[in-house]
């Protein structure tokens, strides 16, 4: 499974990054060093600013670095932002450092760091996830990440995307590419969209932040619906043939709110997937 894992790592995907890790994951001897997924290369603190600036974490964000290193990521939302978080690394010299470094740095009561698989990590706590991991290692954790996590938090890769969930936002610090994702709430399903009198049932299909669907009256009509989420926020377009309307609103509970005065609500009647 890991020398799977490392084995899949693409050319194109390595040329891509022009960073640190990828050359080594071209030397065989490091990247199968055993229990690894993804060998060690720290990410340079100017792109660790940017990688938080990014996700902007706060006091009252907890954040998760997977395959934590020496603790930088974690150590430095801690100290600039006041953020909580907790790190994992397979190598207990790595967890060594990091203990040392949040000591240092004066966030021990911050910071946590665990010797752990990230594979058997729960992410379901973290309000902010940061990764410098492999396309490969990226694309198992994906489902993990949309399933665990709760709308809106906010994901940032160094180096490697998720293929095609596409980044809410993308950077670049002297070569290296850095992508940030905010985890889009789950609407995929029937919904009853009330206006007034009038009642349009909505039949959304979702890909990652993407909507598309079909609009139904109950007098029969039918129409198309185009939309995208980013973390709760909805906005989507209803054409029943005579012009779109666009909505807009906040996704909790099984409803979409527009705030008040809006003169419309809309209900998720069926959903498909969690
Ligand atoms: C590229 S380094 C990134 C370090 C740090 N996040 C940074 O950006 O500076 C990847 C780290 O993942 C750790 N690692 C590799 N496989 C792992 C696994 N299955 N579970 C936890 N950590 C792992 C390595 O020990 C290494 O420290």
Redesign the pocket.
Known sequence: M?HQLTAHVSRRAVLAAGAA?PALMTNPVIAQ?P?????????PQD??DR?LDMVKPTAKDFVM?????????LVTAAAKFGARGR?????PV?ITEATENARRANVSDKVEFIV??????SIREADVL?????PS?NLLLRPRILDEMRPGSRIVS?AFHMADWEPDQQDEVRGRNLYHWIVPAKVAGKWNLHEGSNMISLDVFQQFQNLTGLAKTEAGAKGKVTGRIKGTEVTFNVDMGNGSKTYTGKVADGMIDPGSGAGWNAAHETRIGR
């Open positions: 890991k890790l060093s229990g690894l997924d993804v060998p060690y290369v720290p990410t792109v660790v990688m670095d997977l395959g934590c290193g020496d603790g930088r990521m790190g994992v690394d397979l190598n790595r752990a698989n990230l594979f058997a990590t940061t990764m410098y991991l492999l290692v160094h």
